[in-house]
Antibody
Framework: EVQLVESGGNLVQPGGSLRLSCVASGFTFNNYWVHWVRQGPGKGLVWVSRISSDGTSTSYADSVKGRFTISRDNAKNTVYLQMDSLRAEDTAIYYC????????????WGQGTVVTVSS | AIQMTQSPSSLSASVGDRVTITCRASQDIRNDFGWYQQKPGKAPKLLIYAASSLQSGVPSRFSGSGSGTDFTLTISSLQPEDSATYYCLQDYTYPPTFGQGTKVEIK
């Protein structure tokens, strides 16, 4: 079964750090670019970051640039999102997804992991 | 960043109705465009990619059309399980951007 599973979400104080993980199974993970998308409480979907299949190219939303770092370990079929200097506005469900062949073809998606930034 | 404007923001329709949701991009995005369905408490699900290609396993009552700046998602015969929020997405340029969502309710 093709699957992505996120983990690492938690309650953290403003200014703190978290590392999210996204583990893939059921497909050749190292062929795909991986993206993180987040959704604040009651809000819409917002793209956060992406990493190329070999990990040499990354991109970030302006809102997280300089605070978040995306990386991957293809030997472990895992992508990470290191989140530093967290703010209340980073509170969201974080989803990972892969972009397949075809424009705007993001599939599959993980179930999401919840990050809450609050004192 | 490219702005994606969806309309309407919500709608209520009966089972069997034909439903249309539109999305307009702030600039030409060719066909680098997709539609996603999200049910409460669930991850988004891909319905349509490349503006009009139906994702495998998605019912044929869903269809997409458009190119350039104007795009449409059509549900030909609304079913109870189609109650959800629908989002459009462009990835013509970075950052990829989503529409604000259209909530579809069943009367």
């Amino acid at each position: 079964e093709v699957q992505l599973v996120e983990s690492g979400g938690n309650l953290v104080q403003p200014g703190g750090s978290l590392r999210l993980s996204c583990v893939a199974s059921g497909f050749t993970f190292n062929n795909y670019w991986v993206h993180w998308v987040r959704q604040g409480p009651g809000k819409g979907l917002v793209w956060v970051s992406r990493i190329s299949s070999d990990g040499t190219s990354t991109s970030y939303a302006d809102s997280v640039k300089g605070r978040f770092t995306i990386s991957r370990d293809n030997a472990k079929n895992t992508v990470y999102l290191q989140m530093d200097s967290l703010r209340a506005e980073d509170t969201a469900i974080y989803y990972c997804t892969t972009r397949g062949g075809g424009s705007s073809r993001f599939d599959p998606w993980g179930q999401g992991t919840v990050v809450t930034v609050s004192s | 960043a490219i702005q994606m404007t969806q309309s309407p923001s919500s709608l209520s329709a009966s089972v069997g109705d034909r439903v249309t949701i539109t999305c307009r991009a702030s600039q030409d995005i060719r066909n680098d465009f997709g539609w996603y369905q999200q049910k409460p408490g669930k991850a988004p699900k891909l319905l349509i990619y490349a503006a009009s290609s139906l994702q495998s396993g998605v019912p044929s009552r869903f269809s997409g059309s458009g190119s350039g700046t104007d795009f449409t998602l059509t549900i030909s015969s609304l079913q109870p399980e189609d109650s959800a929020t629908y989002y459009c997405l462009q990835d013509y340029t970075y950052p990829p951007t989503f529409g604000q969502g259209t909530k579809v309710e069943i009367k």
